[in-house]
C-alpha cells in the first residue's frame, strides 16, 4: 500500500478538479489565531472529553462484549459504534492518537467476523440474524463508513504505527465484504455516508473496486429500494434518482453526505453531468433553506428541510452535523470548481452553524442550533436545550465536530506549480514546493490580513487571495505601497502574479462595518426584521447582556447607527452597540383587532450584541438573531 500524508479529500492526479489540496503538514495553525485556537481547543480539551464520554457511556464496553472482557448489556443507539470511530479519526488527524488509538486498534481487530462484518449492534447474538436485512434502519453501512475514514485518517498521518495499520487492516476487511457482497446488488443502506468513505479508501489504496462501489451505491438510491420507512422516501432521498432531483430535501445530513459522495464519484470518473446534479441541489439549499448562519434544516420531526424559505429561527433545527456536512461538501466543491462561493460558504457555516455548537470550553455542545430562543423556554429536555450539552443519548455531533476542527488547517489552502491558493485566513503557515508565506491576522475580529512571502522559486507564480463575498471595500498594499485592488480580483481572488521574493509583504484591509441584514419576503417567519453581522460573523442578542429587558419587547430603532466596540477581555473580542427601541407588552391581550387607537409608549436604549457563535456561555437565557424593525415615526 501506498502511504500519502494528506487530509481529509485527496482527489487522485487524473480526477476532475480545478484546485489541489495541499499536504497535511504544508498548512500550520498557530494558537493565538482564531482558527488556531480552535483546533488547540479541540486538541486538549473536546478530544479528551469524547474519549472520556465513550468510556461513561458504554461505547467501547460494546466492543469488549465481543472480545469476551465484559458482560453487561449493549449501551446506546444501535449505530453507536460510530462514535467511536469518529472520535478515532480525531485522534488521528490530531497526531496525538497515543493509548486511545491502541486500545481502540486491539479492540477492533479482535472483535471484527472472519468475513470482516464489525458493527457491534448487530454481531450481539440476539441481533445477528438481521445482519443486513434492514438496511432502510440499521446503518450498517453507515458504520462502515466512519470506521473507513478513521483507517484513511491513520492511512494519511501515522502510517508507519502499529494502530494505523491495525485500523486500516480492519477497514479494508469490511470494504471487501461490501464489494464481495454489493458489488453487483442494486440495494444501499438508509444513511449516506459510506460511499465518500469508499472513494476516499480508493485514493489512499488505489483498489478500483471501492470506487466502483461508491458509484453504484449513488446510483441505486432514488428507487423506492428503501421503502417507505417512518417519513416516506423523500427522507431517504429514495424518490427519484439524484441525477432526476431538482431541490434538496429530506434528512438533511444524509442529504449532504450523500452530495458529498457524489462530487467524490464524479470527480474520479470523470462525470460531469453527475458533479453538475451535486452543485445544481446545493444551489437550490442555499437558494431558500439555509439560515443565514449556514445552517440547514427547520424541522424537527425528521431533522429535515422544510418547504423553500421555510426558515423559522425559534424551530430551526439546524443539525451540528448537517454543518459540518455542508461544510465538507462546500470544500469539495470548491476543489472540483475553483468558485469562489462555496469557500465563503466555508467561511459562514465554519464561524457561525459550526463554531456556535461548541462550548468556550470545548466540553459541551448543542445538538441543533435555533437562531432564537424565546422567553420562558423550557429547556429541560436534550432535545431543545437553553445550554449546550456535555453529550447526547444521540452523540453523533460532538466527535463529528472533534474530527473537522481536528482536520481544520487541511481546508485553509491550496496549491499546486502556477501558484498558492488562500481561502479562510487565520494566523499560521502555508508552504509547498519551495513556495511558502506566513499569514497574521486576528481576522474576523480584524479588518487587516497581512501576507509575508517566506520562500519562492526564481520564476513567477500566482497568490491568489480570497475576497470575502460581504466586503465591499478591500484596500491591498504591497512592500508598504497602496496598489490597486479591484482591478486585480476575478472570481471572488484577489490574484497577484509576479516573481516573488523572500520578505515580500502583502497587507489586504476587508472593510468591516456592521451591516443590518434582511430575508427574502418569502422567508416570512421573519419578514419586518432585520440581523446584525460584521465581517462573516453573525450577531444576536443575549438576555446576558440585558437582563431587566424582554428580548421579545425590543425592535430596532429607525436607522439605526450601530456601532462596533472593541474589548481586550472578555467574551467576545469585538461587541455591537445597537439602538433599539423598548416597547413593553406585558398584559396585552394575545390578539386584538385593528386599527388600533392607543399604542404603548417606546423607550430609547442601547443594547450589546454578541457573536451569535459566543452565546449560551455564561447563563440560561433568551437569545435571537432576527430583531423587529420599527417603523418611521412610530
Known amino acids: 500500500m501506498s502511504f500519502v500524508s494528506h487530509g481529509p479529500v485527496v482527489p487522485t492526479s487524473d480526477a476532475l478538479g480545478v484546485l489541489r489540496p495541499l499536504p497535511a503538514d504544508a498548512v500550520l495553525l498557530d494558537a493565538d489565531g482564531l482558527l488556531g485556537g480552535w483546533q488547540q481547543r479541540n486538541t486538549e480539551s473536546t478530544l479528551p472529553h469524547c474519549v472520556d464520554q465513550l468510556r461513561v457511556h458504554g461505547n467501547l464496553t460494546n466492543l469488549r462484549r465481543l472480545t469476551g ?167 431517504f432521498q429514495d424518490h427519484e434518482p439524484l441525477r432526476d432531483t431538482a431541490e434538496v430535501t429530506g434528512h438533511v445530513v444524509r442529504q449532504v453526505y450523500l452530495l458529498a459522495g457524489a462530487v467524490d464519484v464524479a ?62 461538501l462546500a470544500w469539495r466543491l470548491l476543489l472540483a470548481t475553483g468558485e469562489a462561493r462555496f469557500a465563503d460558504e466555508m467561511e459562514r457555516v465554519l464561524y457561525n452553524g459550526i463554531a456556535g455548537s461548541t462550548a468556550a470550553d470545548g466540553t459541551a455542545f448543542f445538538y441543533s442550533n435555533p437562531l432564537q430562543l424565546r422567553t420562558g423556554h423550557d429547556g429541560s429536555h436534550e432535545d431543545a436545550p437553553s445550554q449546550r450539552l456535555t453529550w447526547y443519548s444521540c452523540a453523533c455531533c460532538p466527535p463529528n465536530l472533534a474530527r473537522l476542527m481536528a482536520s481544520l488547517h487541511a481546508y485553509l489552502a491550496t496549491g499546486g506549480p502556477d501558484g498558492l491558493q488562500l481561502h479562510l485566513y487565520s494566523t499560521g503557515t502555508v508552504s509547498i514546493g519551495g513556495r511558502g508565506v506566513r499569514v497574521e491576522t486576528s481576522y ?64 489586504l484591509t476587508f472593510a468591516m462595518p456592521a451591516r443590518l441584514v434582511t430575508a427574502h419576503p418569502r422567508v416570512d417567519a421573519v419578514r419586518g426584521t432585520a440581523a446584525l453581522a460584521r465581517g462573516p460573523l453573525v450577531y444576536c442578542l443575549e438576555h446576558a447582556d440585558l437582563p431587566a429587558l424582554v428580548l421579545e419587547d425590543l425592535e430596532l430603532a429607525p436607522d439605526p447607527a450601530v456601532a462596533v466596540a472593541h474589548h481586550s477581555a472578555g467574551l467576545a473580542p469585538v461587541t455591537l452597540r445597537v ?47 432576527w430583531i423587529p424593525l420599527a417603523t418611521q415615526g412610530a
Open 69 to 235: 472482557d465484559a458482560d453487561e448489556e449493549f449501551a446506546g443507539f444501535w449505530f453507536a459504534d460510530t462514535d467511536v470511530h469518529k472520535t478515532l479519526e480525531a485522534a488521528f488527524w490530531s497526531g496525538s492518537a497515543g493509548a486511545f488509538a491502541d486500545e481502540v486498534a486491539a479492540l477492533l481487530e479482535k472483535a471484527q467476523d472472519p468475513d470482516g462484518y464489525l458493527d457491534t449492534y448487530y454481531q450481539d447474538p440476539a441481533n445477528r440474524d438481521r445482519q443486513w436485512a434492514e438496511l432502510h434502519f440499521s446503518h450498517e453501512m453507515y458504520t462502515a463508513g466512519h470506521l473507513i475514514q478513521a483507517a484513511v485518517a491513520a492511512a494519511r498521518s501515522a502510517p508507519d504505527s502499529t494502530p494505523a495499520q491495525q485500523v486500516v487492516s480492519v477497514a479494508r476487511r469490511f470494504a471487501d465484504l461490501l464489494v464481495q457482497r454489493y458489488g453487483q446488488s442494486g440495494e444501499t443502506d438508509g444513511h449516506p455516508e459510506v460511499e465518500t468513505a469508499l472513494v476516499e479508501l480508493y485514493r489512499v489504496t488505489g483498489h478500483r473496486p471501492y470506487l466502483d462501489l461508491a458509484a453504484r451505491f449513488v446510483e441505486n438510491r432514488g428507487h423506492g429500494v428503501l421503502g417507505e420507512g417512518r417519513f416516506g422516501p423523500r427522507y
Open 267 to 328: 470527480v474520479e470518473t470523470g462525470d460531469r453531468p453527475l458533479l453538475e446534479t451535486a452543485v445544481r441541489l446545493w444551489d437550490s439549499a442555499l437558494e431558500s433553506r439555509t439560515y443565514l448562519t449556514g445552517g440547514q434544516g427547520s424541522r424537527h420531526r425528521d431533522e429535515a428541510y422544510g418547504d423553500p424559505y421555510e426558515l423559522p429561527p425559534d424551530r430551526a433545527y439546524a443539525e451540528t452535523c448537517a454543518a459540518i456536512g455542508n461544510f465538507q
Open 444 to 507: 474576523p475580529w480584524d479588518e487587516e490580513v497581512t501576507v509575508t512571502v517566506t520562500g519562492s522559486p526564481a520564476t513567477p507564480w500566482t497568490l491568489s487571495l480570497r475576497v470575502p463575498a460581504w466586503c465591499d471595500d478591500v484596500r491591498l498594499t504591497v512592500n508598504g505601497t497602496p496598489a490597486p485592488a479591484r482591478g486585480q480580483i476575478t472570481g471572488g481572488y484577489l490574484r497577484l502574479h509576479r516573481t516573488w521574493h523572500t520578505g515580500d509583504r502583502v497587507s
Open 579 to 625: 439602538p433599539v427601541r423598548v416597547r413593553p407588552a406585558g398584559g396585552e391581550p394575545l390578539y386584538r383587532d385593528l386599527p388600533r387607537t392607543t399604542e404603548p409608549r417606546p423607550s430609547a436604549a442601547v443594547v450589546t450584541a454578541i457573536p451569535y457563535f459566543l452565546w449560551a456561555n455564561r447563563a440560561p437565557g433568551p437569545m435571537r438573531v
